[in-house]
């Protein structure tokens, strides 16, 4: 199934204040608009950087830039489509205090 990106100016913001991460999200757009997936692993099979979070909070954490960027997104397998919300966007030192924390199952600043 196709994948529907939500607050996708989230990521465009996120290039404007960072404009060296722009090559690095486009790459993952592409990638992105010819995905196929039908189960959370797929997400994986497309992403091999990414990793699924545990606690049944259906969100994955993408690798973005060489893992200089962390994209925490919750996904929705629903009859025809994926849904996929951004919930955060930030470095990777960022993801590592949200770790810290153990907020990333629940972050949800955008």
Known sequence: MKVRLIKKQTIEDC??????????FEV???ILKHADWNVPLDIIKTF???DILGDGSERVVFNIGGNKYRM????????????LFIKWIGTHADY??????????DINTF
């Open 28 to 30: 993952w757009f592409v």
């Open 72 to 83: 925490i997104c919750k996904y929705h397998f629903g009859a025809n489509k994926i849904h």
């Open 15 to 24: 290039i404007e204040k960072n404009a060296q991460s722009k090559t690095s």
């Open 96 to 105: 590592s205090k949200l770790c810290n924390n153990n907020k990333q199952y």
């Open 48 to 50: 091999m950087a990414a």
